[in-house]
């Protein structure tokens, strides 16, 4: 099984900047692609960014220019940096990661969810 803990998350005001941590563990040969999603209160979870091993990333339009999705293949951890947050953007933000496990069976894990709340 691979496991993933999320960090980071927490209460800021508007404006402000937070970055999301998420560490994958476990019996990993391979991870090809990473990324966050967020489901707010009463709707569905939706996809905020991705990064696939060779570096490639995508984003919601609702958040291009302001975050930045970023990974640490040899720590098997991804990093979202969030810059200028909207209370819009309150929600639980949660991690994904897609590969392989040394035993070769492909795996999708995800994280347990870190809350993030932008409010004044």
């Known amino acids: 099984q691979v496991q993933l803990v999320e960090s980071g998350g927490g209460l800021v005001q508007p404006g402000g900047s937070l970055r999301l941590s998420c560490a994958a563990s476990?019996?990993?040969?391979?991870?090809?692609?990473m990324g966050w999603y967020r489901q707010a209160p009463g709707k569905e979870r939706k996809l905020v960014a991705t990064?696939?091993?060779?570096?490639?990333?995508n984003y919601a339009d609702s958040v291009k220019g302001r975050f930045t999705i970023s990974r640490d293949n040899a720590k098997n951890t991804v990093y979202l940096q969030m810059n200028s947050l909207k209370p819009e953007d309150t929600a639980v933000y949660y991690c994904n990661a897609r590969g392989f496990e040394r035993d070769f069976r492909s795996f999708a894990s995800w994280g347990q969810g870190t809350q993030v709340t932008v409010s004044s």
């Open positions: 990064i696939t091993s060779g570096g490639d990333t």
């Open positions: 476990g019996s990993i040969f391979s991870i090809n692609y």
